[in-house]
């Protein structure tokens, strides 16, 4: 934890540069700093493509409310993204009874599928991920949608190299916009981010990229180095995890500046949009006003910087611990449940990520001791306790 207790100096220097947000070290691409400001938002081109986007874009997954994403439409928010799993397919049900009555042209869509037979610890795929299925469940979605296509397809939680060049996958992506039910394909990754997006680059055939990124994040200045090689070969980026837990403890004390967060990582010019899961009309109000004003306040940066000091609730998945769990358990698909639960109040997502885990309830009730050492210092073995008993839990009853 040593490289976290930074001088306010050090922080300015290895995250962001002033006003311009430029990050040190980092290659801003030409494709990148085509930045426009209308109406006093601010607008990048998502790489390659012909989709130009406001820098705040909205991540549906925890939305349940019509009325919130037609405000964020009407206020200036033209991109949304869900996914096929997201409230068991009723986000994108909603979204499409939303949209219906909107001119197509006048929003954009991005919708995420999952493979099946994941390996959960290394990230691969096995020989059940399939170029049929995955195209069922999107076909799926699309009905959901009631539209013809969507604007991004994405491979949802790549995790390794070897899940992003997966030939049915990766057949089921360029076959799904040779038949023009997507305009663009991409991939979704929250954990390797540097090997994955090196991986989508020499794929040749990546257009866009969702990847986390935030202030807490232990390696996030390799993140942004191979983001910024992605821009420059013509990838849109777009960002999620922001907010990096949104609290830094269990019992919602500490709050993450989730305003300042997302202005440090929107400084980077070579991120394009992003997308912050937007739940409240008060949340919808603090994300617009960044859309506008990306310059970071004094108080912005003590209250980054005085996070960085605390572990928090935000895994980084660098799978280090896999290695050292005797019972090789996903862990950090469990502390991505934890931050989801105690960090997001959504018990309902923390529980499908435990259930795409396979675990139950206290998987280490017979281990005598725990031989993990986690990267961030959190205790691994008692959040694991904690987060696990909501699987006795039916789902129906998590709200």
């Not at 499409?96 to 795929?125: C, M, W």
């Not at 390696?219 to 910024?228: F, R, Y």
């Not at 009730?365 to 993990?372: L, P």
């Amino acid at each position: 934890m040593k490289n976290l207790f930074l001088s306010r100096r050090r922080f300015l220097k290895t995250s962001f540069a002033g006003a311009a947000g430029i990050t040190i070290g980092a290659k801003v691409s030409a494709n990148s700093i085509k930045e426009v400001k209308t109406t006093g938002i601010i607008t990048r081109r998502l790489g390659h493509t012909d989709l130009v986007l406001p820098i705040v874009s909205m991540g549906v997954m925890r939305s349940d409310m019509p009325n919130l994403v037609k405000a964020a439409y009407d206020s200036g928010i033209k991109h949304f993204d869900t996914a096929h799993g997201y409230m068991g397919g009723n986000n994108e049900i909603m979204l499409g009874n939303v949209f219906k009555d909107y001119p197509r042209d006048s929003f954009t869509i991005a919708t995420k599928v999952h493979p099946d037979d994941i390996n959960r610890q290394t990230g691969e795929l096995g020989p059940g991920s399939t170029k049929e299925s995955f195209l069922k469940k999107f076909n799926t979605s699309l009905e959901r949608l009631q539209m013809d296509y969507v604007d991004i397809l994405y491979h949802h939680g790549v995790g390794s190299r070897q899940a992003l060049m997966y030939e049915p996958v990766l057949d089921a992506l360029t076959t799904a916009k040779k038949e023009g039910k997507t305009r663009y394909i991409g991939l979704s990754t929250h954990r390797n981010e540097p090997e994955v997006i090196q991986a989508a680059i020499d794929s040749g055939v990546i257009d866009v990229i969702l990847t986390t990124l935030n202030f807490k994040q232990q390696h996030h200045l390799q993140i942004k180095e191979k983001i910024a090689l992605a821009a420059e070969n013509g990838i849109g980026i777009v960002t999620m995890k922001t907010m990096a837990g949104a609290f830094l403890d269990r019992e919602k004390t500490k709050p993450v500046n989730c305003k300042a967060a997302l202005k440090w990582v929107l400084q980077d010019p070579n991120v394009h949009t992003s997308i912050p899961g937007i739940t409240s009309f008060d949340m919808l109000a603090e994300n617009l006003s960044v859309m506008e004003d990306l310059e970071l306040t004094e108080e912005e940066i003590k209250d980054l910087q005085e996070a960085g000091l605390v572990a928090g609730l935000y895994c980084d998945g660098c799978s280090s611990c896999s290695a050292l769990c005797r019972k090789h358990l996903p862990v950090h698909d469990i502390m991505r449940s934890y931050m989801y639960a105690y960090g997001y109040n959504d018990f309902k997502k923390a529980r499908e990520v435990l259930d795409e885990s396979g675990i139950g309830n206290d998987p280490c009730e017979d281990c005598e001791s725990c031989t993990i050492v986690c990267t961030k210092n959190f205790n691994v073995a008692e959040r694991i306790r904690d987060i696990s008993r909501i699987t006795n839990i039916p789902a129906e009853f998590l709200a």
